[in-house]
């Protein structure tokens, strides 16, 4: 079983839909969860970091953690064209600091 | 510029030569992460530092590459008698000090060609 699994894609959507991006991992000591940004050519940005179960907003994104099922999520309202770009799920290693395993990310496209 | 800044850009090698990745945190980040990124694949994490210290470095290969980071200047990130196969974007990462040390800024990178 892969450390952190995401859909590889593409995942298409038009301008203005809700954009639903997915990860689950499997080590169950991992306390930190992060979505990164990449453009193509690009270096990740880190655009939301999620430590407790439930939901948290920031602006566009929102993100979910579901511990018990070692699932995070990223949903993006509003998705505009500049929006296109791979998502990346990363989690920390339980019992280490600072190692982060990334899934291999999921290219999102926003159709105008 | 506050960000993570790296050095150089772009860098190519022939086969053999030593490569040297310089990576500067952001201000007032004391923790600094070296990833590479092969072509199609995702991040993988190398090694974690702090001034002077090698906390992490389970994702180093055993040959050919080392990685400081020195009281003062940049961390180094080192590749000796390069091959084809070391190719890649290598990225750099800080985090600050303090309970949320594992939410990490990335640079912009290094590309690495080994002719």
């Known amino acids: 079983q892969k450390e952190v699994e995401q859909n590889s894609g593409p995942l298409s959507v038009p301008e203005g839909a809700i954009a639903s991006l997915n990860c689950t991992y499997s080590d169950r000591g991992s306390q930190s969860f992060f979505w990164y940004r990449q453009y193509s050519g690009k270096s990740p940005e880190l655009i939301m970091f999620?430590?407790?179960?439930g939901d948290k907003e920031d602006g566009r994104f929102t993100a979910q953690l579901n511990k018990a099922s070692q699932y995070v999520s990223l949903l993006i309202r509003d998705s505009q064209p500049s929006d296109s770009a791979t998502y990346l799920c990363a989690v920390n290693r339980g019992g280490s600091q600072g190692n982060l395993i990334f899934g291999k990310g999921t290219k999102l496209s926003v159709k105008p | 510029n506050a960000g993570v800044m790296q050095n150089p850009r772009h860098l190519v090698r022939r086969r053999g030569q030593e490569a040297r990745l310089r990576c500067s945190p952001m201000k007032g980040h004391s923790h600094v992460y070296w990833y590479r990124q092969l072509p199609e694949e995702g991040l993988k994490f190398m090694v974690y530092?702090?001034?002077?210290?090698?906390?992490?470095e389970s994702g180093m290969p055993k040959e050919r590459f080392s990685a400081e980071f020195p009281k003062e200047g940049p961390s180094i990130l080192r590749i000796q008698q390069v091959v084809r196969g070391d190719s890649a974007a290598y990225f750099c990462?800080?985090?600050?000090?303090?309970?949320?040390?594992?939410?990490?800024?990335f640079g912009p990178g290094t590309r690495l060609t080994v002719l």
């Open positions: 999620i430590y407790s179960n």
């Open positions: 530092l702090q001034k002077e210290n090698i906390i992490d």
């Open positions: 990462a800080s985090s600050p000090s303090g309970p949320r040390t594992d939410t990490q800024y």
